[in-house]
């Protein structure tokens, strides 16, 4: 039903809002539904230094707020690979050549 279809959405969870747009039965040859995507993206360091100062203002990491930048960027707190993480839908394993070249895409 086109008149019942949304114009936009707007979300920051990626992988769960595609089933929006793909079929539940795989013998169905067309979409759901077609859609154009665009993103907006930080600067990967901008985001980094963002996350250091917000941890460090928030009660449950105050203790962050006496820890030097050179140390959080050394420690296992900072984000590693975010964007291809966020892409490839891989949050908690190691990641492959085979997921930089899949966020590519």
Request: glycine letters at 0%; aromatic letters at 10%; charged letters at 20%.
């Amino acid at each position: 039903y086109p008149e019942q279809m949304a114009d936009f959405v707007y979300t920051s969870h990626l992988h769960p809002t595609l089933s929006l747009f793909s079929n539940d039965n795989e013998q169905q040859q067309q979409p759901r539904a077609q859609a154009r995507m665009f993103t907006l993206m930080r600067d990967p360091m901008e985001r980094a230094l963002s996350m250091f100062y917000y941890l460090g203002s928030t009660a449950e990491e105050q203790h962050l707020s006496s820890v030097h930048l050179e140390m959080y960027a050394r420690s296992n707190r900072l984000e590693h690979n975010w964007m291809v993480r966020f892409l490839t839908n891989e949050l908690v394993q190691d990641l492959t050549p085979d997921h930089l070249e899949m966020a590519k895409q």
